[in-house]
């Protein structure tokens, strides 16, 4: 047979495993597409900007909420693994565990507004995303927990995608699952 037959056949074959989402309740959000079980972040339309980081602080002010991010660098492969080695996290030549390595080092906090109506997904008990609205977010990050939630991570990233016309405002927010 064809070597390029072949490797056609076996393209074709896994493209849909790497389309499909880790499970039916997160459909929809492509922070949760899986590819080779390594979580992807959210894609970006023309002119936005996503970043993953972890959330400071979420205030409403003068009708609007105000994001306080801290960015990181969400890394996997071998720049995840050079990072690591370089960090004293593992030895050279070894793989990261789950294949990601996160490195924080400035954290500066960076101002973001945020829509009223943006997306957010948070992780629950079961690892399932669960869309949450701005201001519960903004409760949550606080300390409280007004619908008494059990969140998987409540100290865990996100990856936020900023739009991208003046005053660019945050358009949604995914936390990342970190096995």
Do not use: C
Request: proline share 8%.
């Amino acid at each position: 047979m064809n070597a390029s037959l072949v490797l056609g056949a076996a393209v074709a074959a896994l493209l849909p495993a790497f389309a499909a989402p880790a499970s039916p309740a997160m459909a929809g959000s492509p922070t949760y597409r899986e590819a080779a079980d390594v979580r992807l972040p959210p894609i970006a339309s023309a002119g936005q900007l996503v970043l993953y980081g972890h959330v400071s602080s979420l205030t409403r002010r003068a009708g609007r909420f105000e994001l306080r991010f801290d960015p990181a660098w969400w890394l996997t492969g071998v720049a995840a693994e050079r990072a690591a080695a370089d960090d004293g996290a593992i030895r050279p030549g070894e793989p990261v565990p789950n294949d990601y390595y996160v490195v924080d080092e400035g954290h500066r906090l960076l101002a973001f507004v945020v829509s009223a109506g943006a997306r957010v997904t948070v992780l629950t008990s079961s690892a399932v995303g669960t869309r949450i609205t701005v201001s519960e977010l903004a409760q949550l990050v606080a300390g409280r927990n007004p619908r008494h939630r059990r969140l998987l991570e409540p100290k865990a990233g996100y990856w936020i995608r900023v739009g991208g016309r003046y005053p660019n405002p945050v358009v949604s927010l995914d936390q990342q699952y970190q096995p």
